[in-house]
């Protein structure tokens, strides 16, 4: 019953988070070589990209990104996918895929 009641708990939890103002946006970015960024090189890409978030307001929000092989896999929250689209052109970051996210699942949404 304890495990029950936290993972219902974890699930409100995290559709709270999705949803909140905007919506949340998956992008698909290649960048050959990504996996070999020094943390240095990464921190520059994420000073860049947070300077620019500030610079179009509160409405855009980066959670976070994954680094795998030749791709980056970021996570924001927006109003749509304009300003996401926005944020990498003047960044000149690439944005090959934007989708909206249409739900969340995880082992949490498998608990009785």
């Known amino acids: 019953m304890r495990n029950s009641l936290i993972a219902f708990i974890l699930m409100l939890t995290s559709t709270a988070v999705f949803a909140a103002d905007g919506q949340?946006?998956?992008?698909?970015?290649?960048?050959?070589?990504?996996?070999?960024?020094?943390?240095?090189?990464?921190?520059?890409?994420?000073?860049?990209?947070?300077?620019?978030?500030?610079?179009?307001?509160?409405?855009?929000?980066?959670?976070q990104s994954?680094?795998?092989?030749?791709?980056?896999?970021?996570?924001?929250?927006?109003?749509?996918?304009?300003?996401?689209?926005?944020?990498?052109k003047l960044g000149g970051f690439p944005a090959d895929k934007i989708v909206a996210v249409s739900g969340v699942i995880g082992p949490q949404t498998a608990a009785d």
């Not at 791709?71 to 944020?87: D, L, R, S, T």
């Open 66 to 88: 994954y680094v795998a092989e030749d791709k980056f896999y970021c996570v924001y929250q927006a109003p749509n996918k304009e300003i996401i689209a926005k944020h990498a």
């Open 24 to 63: 949340q946006y998956i992008i698909e970015r290649t960048i050959p070589g990504a996996q070999n960024l020094t943390p240095a090189e990464l921190k520059s890409i994420s000073q860049k990209s947070r300077a620019i978030l500030e610079s179009l307001g509160p409405e855009i929000v980066w959670q």
